[in-house]
Nanobody
């Protein structure tokens, strides 16, 4: 399996920015996709941004143009740059790693956007 540790959450005013970081360890050679999901209170967890080993990115519609996912292979890391944050972006954000045989999630980091 893969272990994922996130950092970078916090409290920010609407319109502000935050950058989340995630470091992977374990069976990193098996990962083919990394990214970020989030879960707001009372809602299901959703994937908001992913990046494949080849660098192809995908975003859910609500964050397109505001969030940018990137990775650094040498550091086994994935990042999420979040700009123009909105109160509806408030959620616990989870790092994600996908492989053919499994998917792993980190413990999560809280992002709170105040209006």
């Amino acid at each position: 399996q893969v272990q994922l540790v996130e950092t970078g959450g916090g409290l920010v005013q609407a319109g502000g920015s935050l950058r989340l970081s995630c470091v992977a360890s374990g069976r990193i050679f098996s990962i083919n996709t990394m990214g970020w999901g989030r879960q707001a209170p009372g809602k299901q967890r959703e994937l908001v941004a992913t990046i494949t080993n080849s660098g192809r990115t995908n975003y859910t519609d609500s964050v397109k143009g505001r969030f940018t996912v990137s990775k650094e292979n040498a550091q086994n890391s994935v990042y999420l740059q979040m700009n123009s944050l909105k109160p509806e972006d408030t959620a616990v954000y989870f790092c994600y790693a996908g492989a053919t045989m499994f998917a792993s999630w980190g413990q999560g980091t809280q992002v709170t956007v105040s209006s």
